[in-house]
């Protein structure tokens, strides 16, 4: 690292590149432990939990006030807040992130070369005119609501449960296992990536040119592309040396409770109610 | 009895280069044996070779009396009564790790046998027990310690209960308490009359558990074959196999040479 004149630290790739995946790493990990606490959602069966997240989103896309999705948005919120999930997390992570990238998308299709209609304000040449905007804010408030009841999902659910619900909801035993392996996978190839980088980092005397470094990351993703087909080969290996032969047996643990279909029924109802309410708004 | 009989093995990992050669050998029921080599030797191969996941270019394996190859273990009777009598405890618990969590991985194997959920519950219960690993029981395995690992991927066999057990660098990344734990392992196995087939560069396992050693050359040929006490005394073939090395240093200002092993 390298101090500047104004103070400022500079990173080179490599420790850039490493602190990032480490720190996804730890994001997932973080994630397992919020998962593990004591909330309202931690206590909700995998599959009543899904279903419900599958009624908000159809729900999501179903209504088109922008007085009901906010409201949506503010459920997830309030859900996050009793699930042991901070607000201001829940809002950076949901508002801040796909909040941001759905603005971006609908940005353009707010203004009069996509969108015709009275003007509401101009910025410079470009002019957002009445109906762009509205649609542009019910885009955002719909990818919010959705994301935020998705991203519900990640954090109160550990992934061996979510694994489970979804081979008990009978989905096909190859796709489950391949989400299993991928996931397993993904946080093995990123600490390889992360000591990879950390490894250039500790013989790095100068800084290398952009040049450098492209031609340095594209060899870097040959090798743990490489390394992720061995890997998947000899893990293929290992489940065939224990028995596997193209189906995929587990064990349920944990049996759904009254709680936990009363759940999917309290949301069902939530979002009926939602739904004739956008009725009568958008009549 | 004799649980494998290899006879004029040769094994090429890619067209014209062999990773085993003029292999011809025997394992009996309930024989301890250590197969020793230098990194590249052919070890681990030999073991995919005995667990039917890989299969002679020449020659012929015979596993409990039936040769092995990728038709007979196609066959569905023959292979569930060889995958639940034969464990591959693989070199890197990460490759063997691949289910969400601990207890599924002790599960998977017994459940692919086909045997009922209670009955699957009582051995991962139990092997848990065993190994004191019941506390990590519901720890996705990518957050485990590397000794946390193997015992996790160690009790994913022994839930199958096979009478064969093939270990590649047990010793690999096991701190020394857990490699103590290791030895109980093997001799508890021992006293239960199940055959052990481990792959290893280090010596000292050998001289602890093996009934039996077999050297692997540098060039895949089998170039010795006897009792632990045997074999550790070929010092000449040892260092020529590169298992040992010169090793130099000096005592109070004297200057001198003897071989030397890395191990436990």
Redesign the interface.
């Known amino acids: 690292m390298m101090n500047d004149r104004q103070g400022r630290t500079h990173k080179s790739l490599a420790r850039r590149t490493a602190d990032s995946v480490g720190n996804h790493i730890v994001e997932v ?1 973080e994630n ?1 432990d919020l998962a593990a606490e004591k909330g309202f959602l931690q206590g909700i069966d995998p599959r009543s939990k899904l279903l419900a997240v599958l009624i908000f989103s159809v729900t999501a896309s179903l209504v088109r006030s922008p007085w009901v999705l906010a409201a949506m948005s503010i459920l997830a919120l309030v859900l996050a807040s009793f699930s042991a999930v901070s607000p201001a997390s829940f809002a950076r992570k949901v508002w801040g992130s796909a909040g941001l990238f759905a603005t971006l998308i609908a940005l353009p299709a707010a203004t009069q070369f996509i969108t015709a209609g009275s003007v509401l304000f101009r910025l410079g040449p470009v002019a957002i005119t009445r109906p762009g905007a509205l649609g542009a804010i019910t885009l955002i408030l719909r990818v919010v609501a959705s994301a935020g009841f998705a991203l519900l999902i990640v954090w109160t659910m ?3 449960d979510l ?2 619900a979804l081979s008990r909801m009978k989905v096909p035993d190859i796709i489950v296992a391949t989400l ?2 991928a ?2 996978q993904i ?2 190839l990123m600490r390889t990536v992360e000591q990879i980088h950390l490894a250039r980092e500790s013989r790095t005397l100068k800084e290398s040119t952009t040049a450098e470094n492209r031609r340095w990351v594209i060899e870097r993703i040959a090798f743990v592309f490489q390394k992720s087909v061995k ?1 998947a080969d ?2 293929y ?9 193209g189906s995929m ?3 349920h ?1 944990t049996p759904a409770t009254v709680r936990d279909w009363s759940y999917v029924v309290f949301s069902a109802g939530i979002a009926a109610l939602l739904i004739a309410i956008d009725r009568m708004v958008m009549r | 009895m004799t649980d494998f009989v290899l006879k004029g093995i040769h094994q090429e990992y890619r067209k014209g280069v062999e990773s085993l050669t003029d292999i011809d050998i025997s394992i009996g029921s309930g024989e301890q044996v250590v197969i020793v080599g230098a990194n590249g030797s052919g070890k681990s191969t030999f073991l ?1 070779l005995l ?1 039917g ?1 890989v299969f002679p270019s020449e020659g012929e394996v015979t596993a409990f009396g039936v040769q092995l190859t990728e038709d007979a273990l196609e066959d ?1 009777d023959f ?2 009564s060889f ?2 009598r034969v ?2 405890v ?1 070199q ?1 618990a ?8 601990a ?2 991985e002790l ?3 017994p ?3 086909g045997l009922g ?1 209670a009955e ?2 009582q051995r991962v219960l139990q092997v848990a027990a065993a190994l004191r690993i019941e506390k990590l029981l ?1 720890r ?4 485990l310690s590397g000794g946390e690992k193997k015992r996790v991927s160690i009790g ?2 022994l839930t ?1 209960r096979p009478h064969v057990l093939l270990m590649d660098e047990p010793t690999n990344a096991l701190d020394p308490r857990s490699q103590v734990w290791l030895l109980d392992v093997l001799a508890a196995m021992k006293a239960a009359g199940d055959t052990v087939v481990i792959a290893t560069h280090d010596l000292s396992i050998a001289a602890e558990v093996a009934d039996r050693m077999i050297v692997l050359s540098e060039e895949h040929r089998i170039c010795a074959d006897g009792t632990p006490e045997e074999v550790l005394g070929m010092r000449d073939l040892l260092l020529e196999v590169n298992l040992i090395h010169e090793h130099a240093h000096r005592h109070s200002g004297e200057h001198h040479m003897h071989p030397h092993m890395h191990g436990v």
């Open positions: 990990l397992e550990r992934w061996i694994l489970s299993a392996m996931q397993k946080v093995s890997t000899d893990v290996d290992a489940m065939l040396a224990r028995g596997y032969s047996r587990v064990i643990r | 995919k667990d996941l569905h292979r569930r995958r639940g464990g591959f693989f890197d990460d490759v063997q790790l691949f289910c969400s969590n207890f599924d599960a998977f194997g459940l692919q046998l959920e699957v519950r519901d996705a395995p990518y957050t994913a066999v199958m």
